[in-house]
């Protein structure tokens, strides 16, 4: 919604203002926001500074990957180099362009990030929609939002002979008409609404699992007697509890 109003400001104040619009950039094609993007990011590991501070306008709105929305002011307070011990490179990649006539553009891309923190690899991929408004001093970016790309997690090695007991159906409640059900086929853990869509489950601790595939992580809760009572599904900041069924 915030930023279909920016638009919507972007494109009223091209209507009132056509003399001005005539002395702003036109269009610049896709190879222009290629360069100016990746010159953004590729000042984030040195905190070069200066880079964001002529992009972003003044009256700019960041959203980032952990929900916090930010002004221009905000986002540059904090700005600074990689911590001793750690380096990285991004390379943005897919970007795609739709201009808004000749006052504003949207940019879709994906930023591809290796980061090695005092000697660990992490990989990250991100997509980010940037949009841009005219200026009489350039194109500058008025909105960012920036959202991380799921992939599944790395398994953990477990003691897999406590997998039996994790084995059965699972229901949200006597009402529910689905249930999550979890197999153990050829020495893999599986779980799923039943067994030709179930994927595997990712050990992360010998109760906690990553279900490929998703967002979602599935915590098993003993029920004190050395068997499972009930499975809870994580995702986005919630908690849904899904009791065993049967023994």
């Avoid at 993007?37 to 200066?50: F, I, R």
């Avoid at 490179?89 to 940019?107: E, R």
């Avoid at 790309?149 to 997998?163: I, Q």
């Avoid at 020495?187 to 489950?201: C, H, R, S, V």
């Amino acid at each position: 919604m915030r930023i279909a109003r920016i638009l919507l400001a972007i494109s009223m104040a091209a209507a009132s203002s056509g003399a001005l619009a005539a002395k702003k950039p036109a269009i610049p094609d896709p190879a222009w926001f290629q360069k100016n993007t990746q010159a953004l990011y590729d000042a984030l590991a040195p905190g070069t500074k200066s880079v964001w501070q002529k992009a972003l306008a003044d009256d700019a709105v960041i959203s980032d990957e952990d929900g916090r929305v930010q002004t221009k002011a905000e986002l540059l307070k904090d700005f600074g180099p990689l911590p001793p011990g750690s380096n990285g490179s991004i390379k943005v990649i897919d970007l795609k362009v739709l201009p808004i006539g000749t006052v504003g553009a949207v940019v879709d891309y994906i930023i591809d990030e290796h980061e090695d923190v005092q000697g660990q690899s992490l990989h990250t991929q991100y997509t980010v929609t940037d949009v841009y408004r005219s200026q009489l001093t350039g194109w500058k970016i008025v909105a960012s939002h920036v959202t991380v790309v799921p992939r599944d997690m790395d398994p953990v090695p477990v003691d897999k002979t406590g997998w039996p007991a994790l084995v059965g159906e699972y229901r949200v409640g006597p009402q529910s008409k689905h249930s999550y059900h979890v197999y153990l086929r050829e020495g893999a853990l599986l779980g799923g609404a039943d067994e030709q869509t179930a994927t595997a489950l990712i050990p992360l601790a010998p109760l906690v699992y990553f279900q490929s595939g998703s967002i979602h992580t599935m915590i098993f809760v003993p029920d004190g007697k050395g068997g499972i009572a009930e499975v809870r599904e994580v995702h986005k900041y919630n908690e849904l509890v899904m009791k065993r069924v049967g023994p």
